[in-house]
């Protein structure tokens, strides 16, 4: 099995402050999804990152995949409460998707 | 667009009961699955079909059987219920050529006392 290494694993921080989520393995992936999570409901796809070194942003929030495709980080950019949640990073391994364990953010107003 | 639909949201069961959790996606996807969540412990794959008529064990099959019923539904059985089977659990599906997307379910809470 691939291990996904997710950074930290919580974070509470205040309303305004940048943020950045890694996640880490020793093995190179194809592609890496981010997903987020609410209390309450089931994970929604964020992004997925294909070729190494590639950089995708949505709004206030940046992915990267490493050069090497061994790693990727998650930058939130001035952090509001909406964006309170579980980020998960997560890797297909012959038609099985599996997740890292997850970095609970918080921000507070 | 009712996407992927789980029951029930919310079971206690004692110990030794058994149980089915039902799932059903309208997406026409060939891929469904079944993953836990724990505390901490982020999703973690129970079983998964990659198409009608196969199952294949994920990371934590043990406890667990599932039926690949037809296209549209994949369920989970619980034998004979423990308290470490006490979790969230949430029933997927995806379609590679939509690019693999995931889409989950709202979840079942299941409590084993």
């Known amino acids: 099995t691939q291990l996904l290494e997710q950074s930290p694993q919580f974070l509470s921080i205040q309303e305004g402050e940048n943020l950045t989520v890694y996640c880490n393995s020793s093995?190179?992936?194809?592609?890496l999804q981010w997903y987020r999570q609410e209390p309450g409901e089931g994970p929604v796809l964020l992004v997925t990152v294909v070729t190494g070194g590639e950089v995708k942003k949505l709004k206030r929030l940046t992915f990267q995949f490493g050069d090497a495709r061994k790693d990727s980080s998650l930058h939130i950019t001035a952090a509001q409460p909406g964006d309170t949640g579980l980020y998960l990073c997560?890797?297909?391994?012959?038609?099985?998707?599996?997740f890292g364990q997850g970095t609970t953010l918080q921000v507070k107003p | 667009n009712a996407g992927v639909t789980q029951t029930p949201k919310f079971q206690v069961l004692k110990t030794g009961q058994s149980m089915t959790l039902q799932c059903a996606q309208d997406?026409?996807?060939?891929?469904m699955y079944w993953y836990r969540q724990d505390p901490g412990m982020g999703l973690r794959l129970i079983y998964y079909s990659a198409s009608e008529g196969t199952t294949d064990k994920g990371e934590v099959p043990n406890g667990y059987n599932v039926s690949r019923l037809n296209k549209r539904e994949f369920s989970l059985r619980l034998e004979s219920a423990a308290p470490s089977q006490t979790s969230v659990y949430f029933c997927a599906s995806s379609q590679k050529d939509s690019g693999n997307t995931i889409y989950f379910g709202e979840g079942s809470w299941l409590t084993v006392v």
């Open positions: 093995s190179v992936f194809s592609s």
């Open positions: 997406m026409n996807h060939n891929s």
């Open positions: 997560a890797h297909s391994n012959t038609g099985k998707l599996i």
